[in-house]
């Protein structure tokens, strides 16, 4: 069975633009989670989709959206991008809410 | 909120060394998992505890959950170099979110 695969891998913006990166879940798989690490806060919960829903939803800013189509697949996008926002994206795909997540390998993203 | 707190942060060992890493909250979990990550990856889920007392073994690491669901261990055995990772717990609580623990960069050498 396929991994998560993520896509891009590695992503330079500038401040002020905006982006959109993509996740392809593990086949079978209807829940879909992003989150941002970074050396500092670590790990932290951005939404979860499942089924086309956003089911739950971190602390951070309106910036911050994603949605997620009938296949399964997401897409996170983040507006007027901060120096801050860089990070690495990870998203995790399961099998159903809350359980056992499988991550891909993340985009790197360098605001400057 | 529910935290998870993970001790130590760092953990700088050589090769054949023992080691144990806690994981604390003052909230009850559902169930409670553990992943490793390596520098560019993203975490690999290494064990599942879903029981009070619950101990789980996968070849030198010894996974347990505390009797009232609020804390864990992980303890390697002899550790080696392909151990080093970043360690990261997390629970499974209210509304079926994760919340992910601290982390503790573990580093083995030889």
């Known amino acids: 069975k396929a991994g998560v695969t993520q896509t891009p891998r590695y992503l330079i913006k500038t401040r002020g633009q905006q982006v959109t990166l993509s996740c392809s879940p593990i086949s079978g798989h209807r829940s879909v989670s992003w989150y941002q690490q970074t050396p500092g806060q670590g790990l932290q919960f951005l939404f979860e989709y499942f089924s086309e829903t956003q089911r739950n939803k971190g602390n951070f800013p309106g910036r911050f959206s994603g949605r997620q189509f009938s296949n399964s697949r997401s897409e996170m996008n983040v507006s007027t991008l901060e120096l801050g926002d860089s990070a690495l994206y990870l998203c995790a795909s399961s099998s159903w809410t809350g359980y056992e997540q499988y991550f891909g390998p993340g985009t790197r993203l360098t605001v400057t | ?110």
Request: glycine share 10%; hydrophobic share 35%.
């Open chain 2, 1 to 110: 909120t529910q935290l998870l707190e993970q001790s130590p942060q760092f953990l700088s060992i050589q090769e054949g060394e023992n080691l144990t890493v806690y994981c604390n909250s003052s909230s009850v979990f559902s169930s409670l998992q553990w992943y490793r990550q390596e520098p560019g990856e993203g975490p690999v889920l290494l064990v599942t505890v879903v029981t009070g007392g619950e101990v789980k073994k996968l070849k030198r690491l010894t996974f347990q959950f505390g009797d009232a669901r609020k804390d864990s261990s992980l303890h390697i055995t002899a550790a080696q170099t392909g151990d080093t990772g970043l360690y990261l717990c997390a629970g499974a609580g209210t509304a079926s979110k994760l919340t992910f623990g601290t982390g503790t960069r573990l580093q083995v050498t030889l």
